[in-house]
């Protein structure tokens, strides 16, 4: 079965530092890819997604996240966190089959932010 | 664009009572998805339905929860009885099938509070 795995429950960072969230997912096959931002009280959101192409993809906020194939690993950067990015941040991985579509969430990651 | 509506807000209950949430996805989206969401989990599917008809339901707990889409618009999820372990944040998300976009719209949420 597929999996998708957040090593970190929580990450601190100072704001202006750079920031990466790792994810690693467990299948055969290279599935469709995203990172989505919780903020308390809120539904997920999108930051971004990789389906194929250019491993290096750009989301909204500023974030980008690297398809690395060789390591099953999908990460999201962040050059220089804001005080917004305080957040809790979910990786998630699908498969297209059959006309079915679920996507898998990983556990998250807690962002925390010092001023 | 309006996004995916849900009620209530917040529902406490105490254990063996029922209750029910109730989902109105985007307007035209065919695919609704239906996860829990533990206290330091990530999301986890209940169930998924493609216009009105189911599509998975293998993690529904089915002695206790039901869900339908009739109409294939909104959707409710019941559970009956409810269970201390059913405390949970409630999310409801839709996908404009057949469209390259495989982005997912979430709802805010209903939280349960079983007492």
């Known amino acids: 079965a597929q999996s998708v795995t957040q090593p970190d429950i929580h990450i601190t960072v100072s704001e202006g530092a750079s920031l990466e969230l790792r994810c690693n997912y467990s299948?055969?096959?290279?599935?469709?890819l995203f990172w989505y931002v919780q903020s308390p009280g809120q539904g997920l959101q999108l930051l971004l997604k990789?389906?194929?192409?250019?491993?290096l993809v750009q989301g909204i906020k500023g974030f980008e996240a690297e398809f690395k194939r060789s390591q099953s690993s999908f990460n999201l950067r962040k050059p220089s966190v804001h005080w917004s990015d305080a957040a809790e941040y979910f990786c998630?991985?699908?498969?297209?089959?059959?006309?079915?579509?679920?996507?898998?969430f990983g556990r998250g990651t807690s962002l925390i932010v010092h001023p | 664009e309006a996004g995916v509506a849900q009620s209530p807000r917040y529902k406490i209950i105490e254990k063996r009572q029922s209750v029910a949430f109730w989902c109105n996805p985007i307007?035209?989206?065919?695919?609704l998805y239906w996860y829990q969401q533990i206290l330091g989990q990530g999301p986890k599917l209940l169930i998924q339905?493609?216009?009105?008809?189911?599509?998975?339901d293998s993690q529904l707990p089915k002695d206790r929860f039901s869900a339908e889409r009739l109409k294939g618009v909104d959707s409710t999820l019941k559970i009956q009885p409810a269970k201390l372990e059913d405390s949970a944040v409630y999310l409801c998300?839709?996908?404009?099938?057949?469209?390259?976009?495989?982005?997912?719209?979430f709802g805010s949420g209903t939280q349960l509070s079983v007492l």
């Open positions: 990789y389906f194929s192409g250019d491993t």
């Open positions: 307007s035209g989206h065919a695919t």
């Open positions: 339905f493609q216009n009105n008809g189911v599509v998975d």
């Open positions: 998300a839709s996908r404009n099938t057949g469209t390259a976009d495989e982005k997912l719209f």
């Open positions: 998630a991985v699908a498969l297209a089959s059959g006309g079915s579509y679920i996507p898998t």
């Open positions: 299948y055969g096959a290279t599935p469709y």
